[in-house]
């Protein structure tokens, strides 16, 4: 009886994908009900409930089989990360730069001194500490745009993080050489792997971006296939880098960095998704929730412990130390420190690369990097809603609905500020006259 199913049945990516959509969406309206509690900590435990840890009604080979939709979702929201670098502006946000290379510098420097106390050191300690100066963007423009938060801290959180995730891979990518000699590589690869991953990926987002923006000039007059063009353009992005073997996470954050830098007019950088890309939200912490690494936390605790509190030292004080030395107000510097806490995306794929790469280091690396990831996925939602609420940027709570606002419509709207005011708001202080939306 061939035209009987085979048994034990086997699910496929298309069903595991309505799985974690389904079980999210009913995890984010119970997380609904109390209105202090974000919706991605309804999506993770979830997660958590189906996956492995407890029921397995996600299997490990379910997660394997949807990796790559986590992926596009993944990159659609490192696009819109990448959207908040304008880097015409870069030079009158010398502030925030040099912010982000404090906090970054002093994020490595506290985890890699850190972990040396309970007994891991050497390259391995390093990969680690790169892997701490990234900053997770996800669980920032979900919360953001729940509470429908605009101004300042949130403005300037935004492109911290999105500063934070170009140090980490390029600090990853210094790191690369030690290791290919550690393991008796020969000198060409110790050098081409490196520039091959930081440049190429980096090519790929700069030609999509720029095939992209001219693709949207050229059929502007029909602006409903405008989506289609993004959307088409960030998962070519991911595809072609997974044929070419670049970083799947960097190529789109580059892409949406030339857009944006690229872009006069504004024709796709300030595109709604609507609706529809809170699918990718749940659908990436569903999977968060179903992979976390338990085991990994009861066996590397003195490690993670000492990760996640020396990252979170290291950002809170870097942040707000270098904040109101230059200016901003301490509770305004304080809060956007706190908003960098939680780490996964482009934390994950680093793990990944140091795992398929050097198996013997990746082992340690991976067991608490990815115990990190969970604790600090578990705890940052709540904490960056806290930290929002704190900030006194402009919040909207009264109809909290799914739907992210366009980037920098509200900038596109209001009045240009004064030289002086975006000097005030780079310090992360609030400018007197203007107020910002949150770029995307």
Sequence with gaps: MDFLPGWPLSANTLFF???????????GYVAHRWRWLPSITGFMVVGFVAGPNVLGVISATGLAQSRIVVDVALALILYRLGLSIDTKRLGHERRVVLVSLTESALSFCAVYFGLGLVGVSGLTAAVIATIAVSSSPAVLIHVAHELRASGPVTERAMLLVALNNVLAFVAFAA???????????????????????????????????????????????????????????????????????????????????????????????????????????????????????VTEILEQWPAVLVFVGARAAAKWLGVGGAGVALGATPRQAATTGLLLLPMAG?????????????????????????????????????????????????????????????????????????AAAVDTAAAGTVPTQTSTGPAA
């Design 346 to 418: 482009l934390a994950i794929g680093l793990v990944n690369t140091t795992l398929s790469l050097f198996p013997e280091q990746g082992a340690l690396v991976g067991a608490v990097v990815l115990a990190a990831v969970a604790l600090l996925e578990t705890v940052g939602p709540p904490i960056a809603a806290r930290a929002l609420r704190w900030s006194g940027d402009q919040l909207d709570e009264q109809d909290v609905t799914p739907v992210p606002p366009p980037a920098d419509t509200a900038a596109a709207d209001a009045p240009a500020p004064s």
């Design 17 to 27: 994908f309505g799985f974690l959509l389904f079980c999210g969406a009913l995890g």
């Design 175 to 293: 790191v690369l050489p030690a290791l290919y000699g550690q393991a008796n590589a020969p000198w060409t690869v110790m050098l081409g792997a490196p520039l091959y991953q930081v440049l190429g990926s980096g090519a790929l987002g700069l030609a999509m971006g720029g095939l992209l923006h001219l693709a949207a000039r050229k059929t502007k007059a029909a602006g409903q296939y405008q989506l289609a063009l993004v959307i088409g353009a960030v998962m070519m992005t991911v595809g072609a880098a997974l044929v070419l073997k670049l970083s799947a996470l960097f190529a789109p954050l580059v892409l949406g960095m030339v857009v944006r830098s690229m872009e006069r007019a504004k024709l796709i950088a300030g595109i709604e998704f609507g609706a529809s890309f809170e699918l990718f939200f749940i659908v990436l912490f569903v999977y968060a929730g179903a992979n976390l690494h």
